[in-house]
């Protein structure tokens, strides 16, 4: 199997010193690329480094809803530059209504001027939601034509979401909250979505899967874990795993090819 992670955290300093083996690891497994995405303006000096160091990685430089105020006067110019330097998408970006509510209005502001630099930039976003599809949709509706594409980071929307995001050009990411019993609606929204816009994520090291009867918060999650995603997935659409693989890497090339690194991810 050749399979992309869609969603990764590769810098975060949990990750970051163990490299070597998380690479070994993910390429044992089949993990041939990776959408490495930042969450903070902090943290781009290291994604780009991965991204110039490590083969078929692909960057994402921006700026989570989490993170706001971290930002330097100059943000916006800075990310250009690093989307300047290197083929990369705009990302991790979004809404959250559920961890900090009252900075909405400030979170819709830098979600808007994010969404016109891929606009500019003829980039892709990477795109956190978190209650807060009716402002995404809303948001989003004007630039509905003019983006390279989306993608829902660790979809956890209802059916009757899909076909409005796809209208926005959207991919369905879904990460290994696919594994866990409980989380049936995700389990039922994994078989909704159209198979050529399915791709597939970690979220490492974040989302651990529920491997051996629990969910250990305590080891870091990482890439070569996205299998276990993958045959959930692949049991609850009836399909066999490896072909399940086949169109994902397939809807992640399609999407991605533009901004693939020098270096062309093979098989």
Same mark, same amino acid.
């Given at each position: 199997?050749?399979?992309?992670?869609?969603?990764?955290?590769?810098?975060?300093?949990?990750?970051? $010193?163990?490299?070597?083996?998380?690479?070994?690891?993910?390429?044992r497994a089949g993990v041939k690329g990776f959408l490495n995405c930042s969450t903070e303006q902090n943290d781009w000096e290291d994604v780009l480094d991965i991204? %110039?160091?490590? %083969?078929?990685?692909?960057?994402?430089?921006?700026?989570?809803?989490?993170?706001?105020?971290?930002?330097?006067?100059?943000?916006?110019? =800075? %990310?250009?530059?690093?989307?300047?330097?290197? $083929?990369s998408l705009v990302g991790e970006i979004g809404l959250d209504r559920e961890k900090d509510p009252g900075n909405l209005d400030m979170q819709e502001e830098i979600f808007i001027k994010q969404l016109e630099i891929a606009v500019k !930039?003829?980039? $892709?976003?990477?795109?956190?939601? *978190?209650?807060?599809?009716?402002?995404?949709?809303?948001?989003?509706?004007?630039?509905?034509? /003019?983006?390279?594409?989306? @993608?829902?980071? &660790?979809?956890?929307?209802?059916?009757?979401? @899909?076909? $409005? #995001?796809?209208?926005?050009?959207?991919?369905? &990411?879904?990460?290994?909250? #696919?594994?866990?019993?409980?989380?049936? *609606?995700? !389990?039922?929204? =994994?078989?909704?979505?159209?198979?050529?816009?399915?791709?597939?994520?970690?979220?490492?090291?974040?989302?651990?899967?529920? +491997?051996?009867?629990?969910?250990?918060? /305590? =080891?870091?999650?990482?890439?070569?874990?996205?299998?276990?995603?993958?045959? +959930?997935?692949?049991?609850?659409?009836?399909?066999?795993?490896?072909?399940?693989?086949? !169109?994902?890497?397939?809807?992640?090339?399609?999407?991605?090819?533009?901004?693939?690194? /020098?270096?062309?991810?093979? /098989?």
């Amino acid at each position: 199997m050749t399979i992309f992670d869609m969603h990764c955290h590769l810098q975060d300093t949990r990750l970051k $010193p163990l490299l070597d083996d998380v690479f070994e690891r993910a390429l044992r497994a089949g993990v041939k690329g990776f959408l490495n995405c930042s969450t903070e303006q902090n943290d781009w000096e290291d994604v780009l480094d991965i991204a %110039l160091t490590r %083969l078929n990685v692909i960057p994402a430089f921006g700026v989570h809803p989490w993170y706001l105020g971290n930002l330097a006067d100059d943000w916006e110019m =800075v %990310l250009e530059s690093y989307l300047n330097r290197v $083929p990369s998408l705009v990302g991790e970006i979004g809404l959250d209504r559920e961890k900090d509510p009252g900075n909405l209005d400030m979170q819709e502001e830098i979600f808007i001027k994010q969404l016109e630099i891929a606009v500019k !930039q003829g980039l $892709p976003v990477n795109i956190h939601c *978190r209650k807060a599809w009716d402002r995404l949709l809303h948001l989003a509706k004007p630039y509905r034509k /003019k983006l390279a594409g989306m @993608i829902i980071h &660790s979809y956890s929307g209802t059916i009757d979401l @899909i076909k $409005p #995001l796809l209208e926005l050009n959207a991919y369905f &990411s879904f990460s290994l909250s #696919l594994t866990r019993p409980r989380n049936t *609606r995700v !389990q039922k929204t =994994v078989c909704a979505v159209p198979i050529d816009r399915l791709v597939f994520e970690t979220d490492s090291p974040d989302i651990p899967p529920y +491997k051996d009867g629990k969910v250990d918060y /305590k =080891v870091p999650n990482e890439p070569a874990n996205i299998l276990l995603g993958l045959q +959930k997935a692949a049991d609850m659409r009836g399909v066999p795993v490896e072909e399940l693989a086949e !169109q994902a890497w397939s809807n992640s090339i399609r999407l991605l090819k533009p901004y693939l690194p /020098k270096q062309e991810l093979s /098989k």
